[in-house]
């Protein structure tokens, strides 16, 4: 249970900019429920308008008429109003963008400064130089040599490398030399009677 209740609110925190920008939002949706609802009611009235014309009843219809087009004014300031506000959501939200693009960029300057401390600029150019000198030095015997030797020579010296290279092998990879007296191999005579006398014990048996 300790567990459980000692674990971290993992929920994200939420910013004043985040607060305007869903307060903005709220007004808008309300403010196009409102205008619906206003042009609903207009093309209703408009209806009756038409109805009270048929009926010869014209001052009513006339009201009526006059009443839509307060309503139409009405809503005409209030699109105005609405095309600000989401204009304001808008400019919010990127410089909410904008302000998380700049924090990453920091994070990555932080994250670069802190690898380059980690290198000795002075150290990586004593580096390059000793390998750049090496290479020239390496380039510079090869032009030396160059068309110095013959084909023989090259072969020699090849075969001198093999033979340095050979002498590199460690000596527990090679067989050993053995320092007993090796069994002298046995004359046909000899070898006539040992086979006589084997095939003799074989009767025998």
């Known amino acids: 249970m300790g567990g459980v209740f000692s674990k971290k609110d993992k929920t994200p925190k939420v910013s004043e900019q985040d607060n305007a920008i869903l307060a903005l939002k709220t007004q808008r949706d309300k403010i196009k429920q409102m205008i ?5 009611c207009m093309e209703k009235e408009r209806l009756l308008a038409k109805e009270l014309i048929r009926e010869g009843k014209k001052d009513r219809a006339l ?9 139409e004014k009405i809503i005409d300031q209030t699109l105005s109003q609405l095309s ?3 204009q304001m959501v808008q400019d ?4 909410e963008i904008q302000q998380k693009v700049v924090e990453g960029l920091k994070q990555g300057n932080d994250a670069l400064k802190k690898m ?4 000795d600029v002075d150290e990586i ?3 390059m130089e000793e390998t750049k000198e090496a290479a ?4 510079e015997i090869s032009n030396m040599l160059s068309g110095q030797l013959s084909t023989s020579d090259v072969s020699d010296v ?8 050979a002498a590199q092998v460690p000596a527990d990879i090679l067989p050993s030399v053995p320092t007993h007296d090796l069994p002298e191999p046995a004359s046909p005579e000899k070898e006539k009677i040992a086979s006589s006398k084997r095939e003799k014990v074989a009767v025998e048996a």
């Open 36 to 40: 619906k609802r206003k042009e609903n």
């Open 63 to 71: 009201l009526l008429l006059k009443k839509k087009r307060y309503q």
């Open 84 to 86: 600000k506000i989401e």
């Open 92 to 95: 919010l939200e990127f410089a």
């Open 116 to 119: 380059n401390s980690l290198f």
């Open 125 to 127: 150019d004593r580096i």
């Open 136 to 139: 020239e030095y390496q380039e």
């Open 158 to 165: 090849e075969k001198e490398l093999e033979e340095l290279l």
